[in-house]
């Protein structure tokens, strides 16, 4: 039985007129389906290129992503994408934003309006459909963007570090909506963060990824004791702190390597 | 708590005071100007400090207004300088808009169109008038074409600049949700750049202005650019300045209303 998401021995250099820069190098892995994965690594170790490879919003130098058994060639209706900053297109409103996706895909039907909207009142934000992206505060965006995301109901969400542009309180509260709507909704998900708290405290999984190029170096599995606990509460757990502990002397072998 | 309340009331109150009181401050001496300006005028023909024959007097400009007025002339040659205006400048943004549209799309024609661009954009297009005039014919076309061939090169190099710098992560969101080419113009390029598009309207005006006067120079048959010519032949520099004080009133109202529909269209960002 083949892995729900499998990227398969994927390289890319990306190429101007005067450097040709290798931001992964033959990288290997997959996930199952319901899985809740991470790839953590410092900045310009190439995890955006990685999510837009699997996105299929580039194309890899070599290698194949392959979801439920199939080839990718081109953008999927199964990935949902969501980006560091909200991105709400700010001439239109909240709903306008909400009902983008739907849009664009041509299944704008009521119903996944309506979805859309119940999905938007269960994170919190009722009664925001008609205001502007202007008038809500950071938290607010990003939430609404994740409803952007999930209104066409992907099965696979991609995440780029979507609460570092948030303050602190903020980021893990939205940590903690998140996880639990992820969870409710059964959707598979791919966070890539700098942060090795965030990715303890979310993830089933952790792929370790190393710079110059992108490599994949480790995957650690979380334990089972937090991987049942939500963020929040998994942060309070002692194995948390050892965990992180671990990860970061990893992370600092990495660097101290070179 | 309520005399904290009050006196922040009363804070409020004398600061919205002396708001007004600026304004109408400010009111005042652009009225003061105004009125000093066209009296200083007055005087300095009545007392021939001017030659009046030259600089005419407000007072005889004002009586040729009401004369033209009252034989219907004047409201014929202003609302046709009008029509050919408000056409050339519409018609040179929209063609404007819809060249940049082409370069956006195709963006190997704009590499290979850009310096025929910066060549088209350098030279003086009213310069193009008499070649105008012959090809259409000394008619009110060719006048719209002037309008039209003075803005629309600008037009189109500004437009095309602020579709290339719209952020690309909004149309890496479109993307993620297989979008077009076409659904990328029309959700994200195209009102994203909207505020520049009503900006070029605003110099357009005022280019439009100029191709259409300097039009009706060279067709010389109708028009406010016709009177001014005319009144320059017979030396009645009354009709010029008339004109030329018509052309001002005009081209102001026609901004104030661009001005407003900018404030409308682009109240959400
Ligand atoms: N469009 C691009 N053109 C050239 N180089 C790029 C481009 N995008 C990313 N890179 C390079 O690829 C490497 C990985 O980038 P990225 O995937 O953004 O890393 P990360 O998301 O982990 O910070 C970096 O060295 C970056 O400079
Ligand atoms: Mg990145």
């Given at each position: 039985m083949m892995s729900f998401l499998v990227v398969h021995r994927i390289s890319h250099t990306y190429f101007t007129e005067k450097t040709a820069i290798t931001a992964l190098d033959n990288v290997s892995l997959s996930i199952e389906k319901g899985e809740f994965v991470s790839f953590l690594g410092p900045s310009g170790c190439g995890k955006t290129t990685l999510l837009s490879i699997i996105a299929s919003l580039i194309q890899p130098t070599e290698g194949t992503v392959m979801l439920e058994g199939e080839k990718i060639h081109s953008i999927h209706p199964s990935v949902g994408y969501m980006l560091q900053q909200d991105y709400l297109f700010p001439w239109k409103t909240i709903q306008e934003n909400l009902f983008l996706g739907l849009k664009i895909m041509?299944?704008?039907?009521?119903?996944?309006?309506?979805?859309?909207?119940?999905?938007?009142?269960?994170?919190?934000?009722?009664?925001?459909?008609?205001?502007?992206?202007q008038q809500l505060s950071?938290?607010?965006?990003?939430?609404?963007?994740?409803?952007?995301?999930?209104?066409?109901?992907?099965?696979?969400?991609?995440?780029?570090?979507?609460?570092?542009?948030l303050d602190y309180q903020t980021k893990l509260k939205l940590e903690e909506l998140v996880w639990q709507t992820l969870k409710d909704y059964g959707k598979t998900a791919l966070l890539v963060t700098h942060d090795i708290g965030e990715a303890i405290a979310m993830s089933d999984r952790i792929f370790l990824f190393s710079a110059k190029?992108?490599?994949?170096?480790?995957?650690?599995?979380?334990?089972?004791?937090?991987?049942?606990?939500?963020?929040?509460?998994?942060?309070?757990?002692?194995?948390?702190?050892?965990?992180?502990q671990f990860l970061w002397k990893e992370l600092d072998s990495l660097e101290t390597a070179k | 708590m309520k005399q904290q309340n009050n006196r922040i009331d009363v804070l409020h109150r004398r600061y919205v005071a002396s708001l007004r009181k600026e304004k109408r401050y400010v009111r005042f001496y652009q009225l003061l100007i105004f009125v000093a300006f066209f009296a200083l005028w007055e005087a300095a023909s009545h007392y021939r400090w001017v030659d009046p024959l030259l600089f005419s007097s407000p007072s005889a400009i004002w009586a040729l207004f009401i004369k033209k007025l009252a034989d219907g002339s004047l409201l014929v040659h202003s609302s046709v300088t009008l029509f050919e205006t408000v056409l050339g400048f519409v018609l040179g943004t929209l063609l404007g808009t819809c060249l940049a549209t082409l370069l956006w799309w195709f963006p190997r024609f704009s590499k290979i169109a850009d310096p025929y661009l910066v060549i088209l954009n350098a030279m003086p297009k009213v310069a193009l008038g008499p070649i105008l005039i012959v090809a259409l014919g000394p008619s009110f076309s060719s006048i719209i074409a002037m309008g039209t061939v003075i803005s629309v090169i600008i037009t189109t190099i500004v437009v095309y600049t602020?579709?290339?710098?719209?952020?690309?992560?909004?149309?890496?969101?479109?993307?993620?949700?297989?979008?077009?080419?076409?659904?990328?113009?029309?959700?994200?390029?195209?009102?994203?750049?909207?505020?520049?598009?009503?900006?070029?309207?605003?110099?357009?005006?005022?280019?439009?202005?100029?191709?259409?006067?300097?039009?009706?120079?060279?067709?010389?048959?109708?028009?406010?650019?016709?009177?001014?010519?005319?009144?320059?032949?017979?030396?009645?520099?009354?009709?010029?300045?008339?004109?030329?004080?018509?052309?001002?009133?005009?081209?102001?109202?026609?901004?104030?209303?661009v001005a407003f529909i900018e404030k409308k269209l682009i109240k959400n960002r």
């Open positions: 041509g299944i704008d039907t009521a119903e996944r309006r309506k979805n859309a909207l119940s999905l938007l009142e269960r994170i919190g934000l009722q009664g925001t459909e008609h205001y502007y992206p950071g938290g607010m965006r990003q939430r609404a963007a994740l409803v952007r995301t999930l209104a066409t109901d992907p099965k696979i969400l991609l995440l780029d570090e979507p609460f570092s542009a190029p992108g490599r994949l170096v480790r995957t650690f599995l979380v334990p089972g004791e937090l991987r049942q606990l939500s963020p929040l509460d998994a942060r309070k757990h002692p194995l948390f702190s050892e965990l992180f | 602020s579709f290339r710098e719209v952020d690309p992560n909004y149309l890496k969101v479109l993307q993620t949700f297989g979008a077009s080419r076409f659904q990328c113009f029309k959700e994200a390029v195209l009102p994203a750049s909207f505020p520049t598009i009503i900006s070029t309207l605003k110099v357009n005006v005022g280019l439009s202005w100029v191709g259409v006067i300097v039009g009706e120079f060279l067709v010389s048959k109708q028009g406010l650019g016709y009177m001014i010519i005319y009144g320059f032949q017979v030396f009645q520099f009354t009709l010029v300045l008339l004109s030329l004080l018509i052309i001002a009133f005009l081209a102001t109202v026609m901004y104030q209303i």
